[in-house]
């Protein structure tokens, strides 16, 4: 699944079980220990469906 750390502006990530797109218009830039998505703490991850989120 990727995290909002892998995520880079203008890809398209699918869900291949119902085909939601969703297009990153804005990447994730908040790099502090305090943020959720920081490596070293657990990562956002995108999920649909129960299943991660492909780049198309």
Same mark, same amino acid.
């Given at each position: 699944?990727?995290?909002?750390?892998?995520?880079? +502006?203008?890809?398209?990530?699918?869900?291949?079980?119902? $085909? %939601?797109? %969703? +297009?990153?218009? *804005?990447?994730?830039?908040?790099?502090?220990?305090?943020? $959720?998505? *920081?490596?070293?703490?657990?990562?956002?991850?995108?999920?649909?469906? $129960?299943?991660? %989120?492909?780049? +198309?």
């Amino acid at each position: 699944m990727p995290t909002c750390h892998d995520m880079k +502006k203008d890809e398209i990530y699918v869900c291949n079980k119902c $085909g %939601l797109e %969703l +297009k990153v218009v *804005h990447e994730c830039e908040d790099t502090s220990e305090d943020c $959720g998505c *920081h490596p070293s703490a657990d990562p956002c991850t995108f999920s649909c469906c $129960g299943e991660g %989120l492909q780049r +198309k």
